[in-house]
C-alpha cells in the first residue's frame, strides 16, 4: 500500500520560510522521481518542483531561487524548503510520484499572510 505523507504546513508573514516534508512508504522511493504541486482556491493544480532519482531538479520559474526541493533516500523523505515566502504562494501542497501509478499525498495547506 503506497502513503504520502505531508506535513510541516502553516501560516506564516510574507517574507518568511517553511520546510515541507513528505514521507514516502510502499515504493522504492530510491528510484522513484518525486515531485510536489500546490493547489490555490479556484485554480488548477500546478507542478512546484520535481527531483528525480538521480538528483536532477526542475522548478516553476515563479518560485526558481525561492524553494529547494531535495530527497534523503535512507528515510524515503522529499523536502520543499520555501524561502522569502509571497502571498501568491499560499494553497495547498502536494507530495506526488508516478511510478509505478499517480499516487498522491493529503496535502499540507501553506498560507502565507500578514
Known amino acids: 500500500q503506497v502513503q504520502l505523507v505531508e506535513s510541516g504546513g502553516g501560516l506564516v508573514q510574507p517574507g518568511g520560510s517553511l520546510r515541507l516534508s513528505c514521507a514516502a512508504s510502499g515504493i522504492t522511493f530510491s528510484i522513484n ?5 500546490r493547489q490555490a482556491p479556484g485554480k488548477q493544480r500546478e507542478l512546484v518542483a520535481t527531483i528525480t532519482s538521480a538528483g536532477t531538479t526542475i522548478y516553476k520559474d515563479s518560485v526558481q531561487g525561492r524553494f529547494t526541493i ?3 533516500n535512507a528515510k524515503k523523505t522529499v523536502y520543499l524548503q520555501m524561502n522569502s515566502l509571497k502571498p501568491e504562494d499560499t494553497a495547498v501542497y502536494y507530495c506526488n ?4 501509478y499517480n499516487y498522491w ?3 499540507t495547506q501553506v498560507t502565507v499572510s500578514s
Open 33 to 37: 522521481a518525486m515531485g510536489w504541486y
Open 70 to 72: 531535495s530527497r534523503d
Open 97 to 100: 510520484t508516478k511510478q509505478p
Open 105 to 107: 499525498g493529503q496535502g
